[in-house]
């Protein structure tokens, strides 16, 4: 009872009032790999709903573009150059946008990389700073941005997972792993903001399918069409605004991924093989560029 009428009372908030505190543009919203795909779409469409929106990036060519794409609109961005698995360097930056832009109300855990190898083909330190992109800099971003939430007793952390976190998949022993993680740690904090009362701290966890951004370039999935950046953005900020918990897209994966936990695994495997075909998409998957990842 309880569950559905918290549903039906987001749902009516989110048609009834339509405003929200990061688009009055007062507290900076936070995304992290702000510069690529998915994140510069992010970063966009918050910049036009008027939101002060914050990007770090590992990449600087990539932070200057998504600048200049939103400042050609007559939109303010501040980017930072920050590497998310450098545990000093989240606090140090955190501390910077705290002091001149203000504590964060929104922060999106978006960072993520891939190796896309098979386990032996991986080098050891690749699977390393997976690890370190994909979960542990969730870690460090949110110790440095949840205390002021708590004290404003307001804020919302997204956590940018994949279906790979909901079923394992070839070459993705790195990167399923990784999003499994997140939704662990998305579930576990959750579970803890509620059992100590903290309802006003929100959490959303978005699961996509294959998106069309170059992270899994060279693959061709069997079944479905990669989704687009700009749709899985614009979904994200929905999620924000109705404050949902768990999003996959395409939404109805959140219904079918869990059959494999009441079918036969090998059914299952024959299931993924023969139909979905899913091992055979990854096969013409790009690996990761060593110099670039060096
Ligand atoms: N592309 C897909 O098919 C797909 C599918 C499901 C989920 N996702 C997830 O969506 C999110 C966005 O992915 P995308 O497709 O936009 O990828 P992308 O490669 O286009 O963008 C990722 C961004 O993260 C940044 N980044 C990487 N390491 C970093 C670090 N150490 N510090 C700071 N920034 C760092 C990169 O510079 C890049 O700008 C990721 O978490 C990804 O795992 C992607």
């Known amino acids: 009872m309880g569950v559905l009428w918290d549903t039906v009372n987001s749902s009516v908030r989110y048609q009834s009032q339509c405003q929200f505190s990061y688009q009055c543009g007062v507290v900076p919203l936070l995304v992290t790999g702000g510069a690529g795909g998915v994140g510069q779409e992010l970063v966009l469409r918050l910049a036009r709903e008027g939101a002060k929106v914050v990007v770090w990036d590992l990449n600087e060519k990539a ?3 998504v600048k200049t794409r939103v400042e050609k609109e007559d939109y303010k961005v501040w980017t930072f150059p920050v590497d998310v698995t450098e545990r000093g360097e989240v606090y140090k930056y955190a501390g910077i946008v ?5 504590p964060v109300d929104v922060l999106i855990n978006n960072a993520g990389i891939v190796c896309g190898q098979t386990l032996l083909e991986i080098p050891d330190y690749m699977i390393e700073k997976t690890y370190g992109v994909n979960v542990l800099s969730h870690y460090w971003t949110t110790k440095a941005f949840l205390p ?3 004290k404003k007793n307001n804020g919302h952390i997204v956590t940018v997972g994949s279906l790979t976190g909901l079923l394992g998949t070839y070459r993705c022993t790195d990167y399923s792993a990784t999003k499994y993680a997140t939704v662990g740690f998305h579930e576990s904090l959750l579970v803890e903001l509620k059992t100590h009362g903290q309802d006003n ?7 996509p399918y294959f998106i069309n951004t170059g992270m899994f370039d060279g693959c061709k999935p069997k079944t479905l069409d990669m989704l687009e950046p700009s749709a899985v953005a614009k979904r994200i900020i929905t999620g924000i605004k109705r404050e949902e918990v768990f999003i996959t897209m395409p939404a109805f994966m959140k219904y079918v991924l869990p059959l494999k936990n009441y079918i036969p695994a090998k059914l299952s495997w024959a299931l993924m093989y023969r139909v979905v075909q899913g091992p055979q998409a990854m096969m013409g998957m790009r690996s990761f560029n060593e110099v670039e990842a060096a």
């Open 63 to 65: 932070l200057e573009k």
């Open 98 to 102: 705290k002091a001149d832009i203000g």
């Open 148 to 150: 002021d939430m708590l």
């Open 201 to 207: 701290i929100k959490m959303t966890l978005v699961c």
